[in-house]
């Protein structure tokens, strides 16, 4: 499955007002069972809508925080890459400071968990 794009500020802080909130080691996932709001978007089709955020408050280096989403976007996108069905779902990553320096697997680990025990 490809991931699409959650891009817009109305539908990030619609996500983060009406999301559900999944918290593990590396990064906080706002997570919505629905299609974005958008005229150019069919609501029938399944997609995987992804977004990310980082706050300064993480770090005040752009380029890492950058690096951070990176990790965490990377790490859904190899895990989803090979599943066939998934049900239509957007999806707001906000990185912690943990994932910048933590091991690639335990990114992949957290992915892991939130598909496996949300979706």
Known sequence: ????????????????????VWKGKTMTIRW???????????????????????SVKVHKSAVKRNRMR????EALRVYVKDMAKL???????TPKI???TCDYHEIKNDIE???TSVL
Do not use: H, W
């Not at 049900?87 to 990553?93: A, E, G, R, S, Y």
């Open 1 to 20: 499955m490809k991931l699409s794009r959650l891009s817009g500020r109305k539908v990030n802080d619609s996500l983060r007002r009406k999301g559900n």
């Open 113 to 115: 968990t939130f598909l």
């Open 98 to 100: 943990a994932s910048l």
């Open 87 to 93: 049900p239509t779902c957007q999806l707001l990553i």
């Open 32 to 54: 919505l069972l629905s299609a974005p709001r958008n005229p150019n978007i069919n609501p029938e089709s399944p997609g995987l809508y992804v977004g990310t955020a980082a």
């Open 70 to 73: 990176r990790r965490c976007r």
